[in-house]
């Protein structure tokens, strides 16, 4: 089963009868990206409250619906997003999220812990290729960014807890028992209970519902990117042939008028004939 689709990610972590699954991950991407509002009290334990957030924007009622939201023994509250693929404007929903309800919690920390399945460049910051990326937002507020796009680790070359974490989201449906590393672990127990065969039947069907809308998304991302490349490279063929054409009008109308030259044209007539400035 794919930690990244929505139902196993709330089946593995989103329950608080495996909120000791969510505590290690936290901690974990405490210790790698030593966020200043987490730090220095480490997680015990974790609260989970409801997803749905309601707030005013210009007299409206509206709302949020996070895939998870936490509050620590501290009072701190974390908000964990996995995004499954990039689109036009996820990273202002991230942050809209996290203004939102640093508006609303004025008195509150927030941490929002996006976990990202493909690469993204945040302009004006340096941060390049590190996969786990931190920002301060205003007084209260921090954005996390993991990005599994840039992890590439193999099996041998895990050398952190988080790296297993990172390692596993990417690969745990892939693997068909349990790899050595992860043996006597809470990863062993994870992975058991990421197989398919522990859903309960409700989860079972949202599961299969969910893993055909993300065939047809990646099918129609496919195709889109696919119908982008052609017309990319057709436009480049007419832009070559045109520019091409002008280049050899230009190449015969100068041939032609050394040529009119040579016969005794003056000057005057040649820009006439051809209407020279």
């Not at 997003?81 to 920390?109: A, C």
């Amino acid at each position: 089963m794919d930690w990244r689709f929505d139902v196993s990610f709330k089946w593995l972590f989103g329950r608080p009868s495996v909120s000791n699954h969510l505590v290690q991950f936290l901690n974990d991407v405490e210790q790698e990206s030593q966020p200043e509002v987490l730090s220095p009290i480490w997680i015990n334990q974790l609260q989970y409250l409801n997803v749905e957030q309601v707030y005013t924007d210009d007299s409206n009622i509206k709302k949020m619906v996070y895939d998870l939201y936490c509050e620590t023994p501290n009072g701190n509250r974390v908000i964990i997003e996995m995004q499954k693929s990039s689109h036009p404007g996820w990273d202002i929903r991230m942050f809209h999220y996290l203004t939102k309800v640093l508006r609303e919690n004025i008195h509150v920390q927030h941490v929002l812990i996006a976990i990202l399945d493909f690469k993204y460049h945040w302009k004006g910051t340096k941060l390049g290729n590190q996969v786990v990326k931190h920002y301060r937002i205003g007084l209260s507020g921090e954005l996390i960014t993991i990005e599994l796009g840039r992890f590439h680790k193999s099996l041998g070359e895990l050398n952190s807890s988080l790296d297993n974490w990172l390692f596993l989201f990417k690969n745990s449906s892939q693997l068909k028992e349990v790899p050595l590393v992860f043996r006597q672990t809470i990863f062993e127990k994870i992975l058991n209970m990421s197989r398919i065969n522990t859903l309960p039947k409700e989860q079972l069907e949202d599961w299969q519902q969910e893993l055909m809308d993300n065939q047809y998304i990646q099918g129609a991302i496919k195709m889109a990117a696919e119908e982008a490349a052609e017309e990319a490279a057709k436009e480049a063929a007419e832009k070559a042939y045109n520019e091409g054409l002008i280049k050899g009008r230009k190449a015969e109308k100068k041939l032609l008028i050394q040529r009119l030259r040579k016969q005794g044209f003056s000057e005057d007539q040649i820009r006439k004939l051809f209407e020279l400035d």
